[in-house]
């Protein structure tokens, strides 16, 4: 007899920082970018192993604002998608 179970076959997806909910804070794990976008938002502080809160959203929603490293910063959610994070 053999059993399957879906929910433990599915692979988790990784959570990135357009998921985190406005207030919520997380750490950066990894930043999914070309280098050099990934060197221009490193010089901004999203480093990882760094923790990153979620501000507030554009009244459309986007971009939305980051705090990072003791800024605010504005990032498309395009570009958000690809920086992957972890719950504190």
Known sequence: MQLSF?????????ATLA???AGSEAVID??????????RLMELG???GHP?????????GDPR????EGA???LRRETARHILIRKN
């Open 30 to 39: 990894r930043l999914d970018l070309p280098e050099d976008l990934a060197s």
């Open 6 to 14: 879906k929910a433990a076959s599915r692979k988790r997806q990784a």
């Open 19 to 21: 998921d985190l909910p």
């Open 72 to 74: 605010e910063i504005a």
């Open 52 to 60: 990153v809160a979620a501000a507030r959203n554009a009244p459309g």
């Open 46 to 48: 999203f480093i990882p």
């Open 65 to 68: 604002v980051f705090r990072v």
